[in-house]
């Protein structure tokens, strides 16, 4: 299959030695799309040409198409490697620096689409704990006469219609080339995910002024399409029970039905042995190509044990620090911090580091004088006795006012005790005023939890001694949900309890004005999520919980970005990546439910590997917590 | 003239069959039929599909909910119904296509009809949802 990039690749190179540093070709316009090998609509279930893996092929047979009919899918464009097959036509723009007139970049348009950036300015591509988006993230580079597009970060989607799936870890490389009014582009899908060797494609369009894509709104704020009766219903096939599997062969029954249902060995012309029963595909050997996804390391780097705290803006008010494999969510501005969970003990020095520096970064940036004379704000007279307060020394960044737990993990909690006595918040009144018999006022952050929390913290089950007086919450709820008294940075924090969830004391909390959730341990990006069944957690408790947070969430625009959420480890993200890790635990709950119901022991239960098509994305075989650990805590309490 | 604008008229048509952003097939058995009584609790006349909605019972007796999926405005418009032809609680008989995920109450129209007054929809020409 490669052998078609390399040659495309080697003509390119072969073009630009021949055109001594020629201008790139202006591949900006309206584009008609002509023809590529994949029809828009391909019969549900063909698989044919597709390396899928024993995993994609899981996943392609128990994901439908009605799947479009959720709240959270009904305005998603197409998804990446579909979207220059899909109709409509495509217009690419330029991006032009205004000084130098240089092209800075290109933005792609389809019909169904966000518009798709693609930068030519040199830029890396973000790390790995970014969220991902629809498009993904994409650099270009020419090389020669072609424009080598290299794209990452992309959300899960569909490889083609009809079933295929993809990760949201592939990774997308076009090579675009003009020749005269006909644009071709050479698609390379990179899943190891769901496929043994990367999917390669081409597609043509032809220049045509009048065939720019015209914008489809998307009118999929209800949830009628899937009965309007459950707006977190997840339609799925559990295994062998999808009616399209081999449907199509009805009517076109030349075709056998082995390769329909894809795999490497069966896209080569060494199959060929197998139809003249010469050769079964077992015992096959064909020349796979060979990934450049390096999935491990890249679901890894996600969270990474580095030692190192990693500070990203997210929205509004709050930041995300990455803190050796845990996420810490903080509020930084003008009224203090506020942090969800402290990370584990041995980070904290490095914690309280990276949180004085941004709040001082945030609250007094090093600036010029920007106000002279008698009347600028907040200098009650000339500004030049305020000189050296505005460019020299400002004032200190203020400390930490509150620490939230959404559960008593350890590394949720491990930095409570030196983070909350590093604040020293002072009220007017001291210690002898209205408050003082919470020992916190004045002198501490107030640690903020579920009362679970407590509970854990202070009479912990399995451990020889409790954690320290100093590192439990004070100010702990019982109810559904617990407002934080009073506004902070200028909006509200909730914080809502997850019922029987990962254990019986999670929350996850929301920052009202700046639309940013932080999960918890409801949710993670590189692994299955915590069931602690010894400790009150149910499976069924961790979807009630995300389906809490998609009930708050709102998209900004087609499925994408608005209410920004953080899981406890793992790449920001939002209202689609939840409902795909949603979708992903109602389709294990409801196999493994299945399987139990058939009357499976839990042996038999792993043997059937229900978690088999998601297990190369979030299952580990090593660690606190295996996959095999997670399928026994979803079959004890269903 | 007239002969581009019926080009164009159907070039406007057969794209918005395109334009649809799920397949039918996919979706639904399109190799079986059932019959639903029952009455309409919503009518989402909307693009690219409107959307009947109903209570009626499933095949073991229960009431369920169901979301019928129908055309969209343009082709329904062209076949006589309006924003109001249908009304809460209307009582209709429904013939469509039964979705292929087990548990899914929704169906896609083959024809509907009210027998108070006879009002229907999917025998006559073009009376398909595209």
């Not at chain 1, 006469?145 to 992309?154: C, I, M, N």
């Not at chain 1, 949603?582 to 294990?588: A, D, E, F, G, P």
């Amino acid at each position: 299959m490669l052998l078609a990039l390399a040659i495309a690749t080697a003509v390119s190179f072969r073009v630009s030695a021949q055109g001594g540093g020629a201008r790139p070709p202006d591949i900006a316009g309206e584009w008609r799309l002509d023809s590529n090998e994949d029809p828009g609509q391909p019969p549900l279930a063909d698989y044919l040409g597709l390396a899928l893996n024993e995993a994609g092929r899981l996943r392609a047979d128990t994901t439908p198409e009605s799947i479009w009919g959720t709240p959270e899918y009904q305005c998603r464009p197409h998804s990446a490697p579909h979207q220059w097959r899909g109709v409509g036509g495509a217009r690419i723009l330029k991006d032009l620096d205004p000084i130098s007139r240089e092209i800075v970049g290109y933005r792609v348009q389809f019909m169904r689409s966000l518009d798709r950036p693609i930068f030519v300015d040199g830029r890396p591509h973000p790390p790995a704990w970014a969220p991902h988006s629809w498009s993904g993230f994409s650099t270009g580079e020419w090389i020669g006469q072609t424009l080598k597009v290299t794209t990452t970060h992309l959300k899960d989607g569909y490889l083609r219609r009809g079933g295929p799936q993809t990760s949201d870890m592939l990774t997308m490389t076009e090579y675009i080339t003009r020749h005269d009014d006909v644009l071709s582009i050479l698609q390379v899908v990179d899943d190891p995910i769901y496929l043994d060797e990367p999917y390669v494609l081409s597609i043509t369009y032809t220049y045509d002024p009048n065939a720019g894509p015209a914008t489809e709104n998307c009118s999929g704020s209800s949830f009628a399409e899937n009965g309007g009766r459950d707006r977190h219903w997840v339609p799925h096939f559990l295994p062998g029970q999808n009616s399209g599997i081999g449907e199509f062969l009805k009517t076109q029954s030349w075709i056998p039905f082995e390769p329909i249902r894809g795999g490497v060995k069966t896209i080569y012309p060494e199959y060929r042995a197998v139809l003249a029963k010469s050769a079964t595909v077992n015992t096959l050997t064909v020349p796979v190509s060979k990934t450049a996804n390096d999935v491990a390391r890249r679901i890894a780097d996600q969270s990474p044990r580095d030692g190192q705290v990693h500070v990203m803006p997210v929205q509004g008010n709050v930041y995300i620090l990455i803190a050796d494999g845990t996420n810490i969510t903080a509020s930084v501005g003008r009224d203090g911090i506020a942090i969800v969970n402290t990370g584990s003990a041995q980070m904290t020095d490095k914690v309280l580091a990276a949180l004085t520096e941004l709040a001082r970064s945030v609250v007094s940036p090093p600036a010029t004088n920007t106000c002279f004379g008698a009347n600028c704000p907040g200098m009650p007279s000339w500004s030049s006795p305020y000189f050296n307060a505005v460019v020299a020394s400002p004032r200190p960044a203020r400390p930490i006012r509150y620490i939230i737990n959404t559960s008593a993990a350890p590394e949720h909690v491990g930095g409570n005790e030196k983070l909350a006595a590093s604040a020293n918040f002072r009220r007017a009144g001291g210690a002898g005023g209205f408050g003082s018999a919470v020992r916190e006022i004045g002198t501490a952050a107030t640690i903020v939890a579920h009362d679970g929390v407590l509970t854990a913290m202070s009479t912990p089950a399995n451990r020889a001694a409790a954690a320290p007086e100093a590192a439990w919450p004070v100010d702990t709820f019982f109810d559904a949900f617990y407002k934080l008294s009073e506004y902070v940075n200028g909006e509200p924090v909730i914080l809502y309890h997850a019922k029987a969830a990962n254990t019986d004391g999670d929350s996850f909390v929301f920052f009202r004005h700046s639309e940013v959730i932080a999960a918890g341990n409801l949710f993670s990006t590189i692994s299955y999520p915590l069931v602690d069944t010894t400790n009150g957690g149910t499976i069924q408790g961790v979807i009630d919980g995300l389906n809490e947070i998609l009930d708050l969430s709102v998209a900004e625009y087609r499925s994408q970005g608005g209410t920004w959420i953080v899981p406890g480890r793992g790449r920001l993200s939002d209202t689609a990546d939840v409902a795909s890790y949603r979708n992903m635990l109602v389709m294990i709950r409801d196999r493994i439910r299945d399987l139990k119901k058939q009357g499976k022991t839990l042996e038999q239960v792993k043997a059937a590997r229900p978690t088999l098509d998601f297990d190369g994305r979030y299952g580990a075989t090593t660690g606190p917590w295996t996959t095999n650990m997670f399928i026994e805590a979803v079959y004890k309490t269903l | 003239m007239r002969t581009l604008l019926l080009i164009t008229i159907a070039a406007v048509l057969t794209a918005s069959t395109s334009f649809a952003h799920h397949s039918f097939a996919a979706t639904y058995e399109t190799g079986k039929s059932i019959t639903l009584e029952g009455s309409i609790v919503q009518f989402v006349y909307r693009n690219p599909h409107s959307f009947v909605h109903i209570d009626a019972p499933d095949a073991s007796g229960v009431s369920q909910r169901w979301a019928i999926e129908w055309g969209g405005t343009t082709q329904l418009a062209a076949a006589g119904v309006k924003r109001d032809s249908l009304k809460v609680g209307d009582k209709v008989v429904i013939s469509g296509r039964p979705s292929r995920v087990p548990g899914e109450y929704r169906v896609l129209m083959i024809n509907l009809t009210r027998p108070s007054d006879g009002f229907t929809w999917g025998r006559g020409t073009n009376e398909v949802v595209d």
